[in-house]
């Protein structure tokens, strides 16, 4: 019923930018905490943002922070991460999450999406 759509990744050079989306489909909630998480082949599933649907309140991976801006639109029931000063370090899929994480860094959430490639290049 409810699903969570990544969208926004693809291929940029070393310093470029991305906005990715995550948005909802199928009915019109609000969630309690969502966050966004990234992948890389070889490496551990790690956290990158999060904010509470209430409030607007940020959390950020020191690799994030400086960089990385995670925002909300009610309306459209979807979170974005705008994402800038790319690295090649950056490169992952990144995934959005919903639910009611144990902190806002934890990735304990009760629905993901199925994620968006990111690649940059040197």
């Known amino acids: 019923q409810v699903q969570l759509v990544e969208s926004g990744g693809g291929l940029v050079q070393a310093g470029g930018s991305l906005r990715l989306a995550c948005a909802a489909s199928?009915?019109?909630?609000?969630?309690?905490?969502v966050g966004w998480f990234r992948q890389a082949p070889g490496l551990e599933r790690e956290f990158v943002a999060s904010?509470?649907?209430?409030?607007?309140?940020?959390y950020y991976a020191n690799s994030a922070k400086g960089r990385f801006t995670i925002s909300r639109d009610n309306a459209k029931n979807t979170v974005y991460l705008q994402m800038n000063s790319l690295k090649p370090e950056d490169t992952a899929v990144y995934y959005c999450?919903?639910?009611?994480?144990?902190?806002?860094?934890?990735?304990?959430?009760?629905?993901w999406g199925q994620g968006t490639q990111v690649t940059v290049s040197s």
């Open positions: 199928g009915r019109t909630f609000s969630w309690y905490v």
């Open positions: 999450a919903a639910g009611r994480p144990a902190t806002m860094y934890s990735d304990d959430y009760e629905d």
């Open positions: 904010i509470r649907w209430y409030g607007g309140i940020t």
